[in-house]
């Protein structure tokens, strides 16, 4: 079993700056591939960033170049560095745990609770 706590949103605005974070419980978290996904107001929840147990990486395109996922593992933990923030940007943002790689809710074994960013123009 992993508990995942994210953490880190608020309000920012057009062009700044936040970092997420996400804290997983469990001696288990470095076998695990860990996944950033966000559902906007009225949208289905989408796929952003994910990174393997190895450190290998994937984004979607719309946040490429603008967003950083990264692990550390000594300390149970995957952050989500976003920058060049724009409103589309705006949505909750959930952490999620999967054993094998996929960028599909359906492929995600566990989810955090979310955290919402808001991003003003």
């Known amino acids: 079993q992993v508990q995942l706590v994210d953490s880190g949103g608020g309000l920012v605005q057009a062009g700044g700056s936040l970092r997420l974070s996400c804290a997983a419980s469990g001696r288990t978290f470095s076998s695990y591939g860990m996944g950033w996904f966000r559902q906007a107001p009225g949208k289905e929840r989408e796929f952003v960033a994910r990174?393997?147990?190895?450190?290998?990486?994937y984004y979607v395109d719309s946040v490429k170049g603008r967003f950083t996922i990264s692990r550390d593992n000594a300390k149970n933990t995957v952050y989500l560095q976003m920058n060049s923030l724009k409103p589309e940007d705006t949505a909750v943002y959930y952490c999620?745990?999967?054993?094998?790689?996929?960028?599909?809710?359906?492929?995600?074994?566990?989810w955090g609770k979310g955290t919402l960013v808001t991003v003003s123009s």
């Open positions: 990174i393997g147990w190895s450190g290998s990486t």
């Open positions: 999620a745990a999967s054993r094998v790689f996929s960028t599909s809710e359906n492929g995600m074994d566990y």
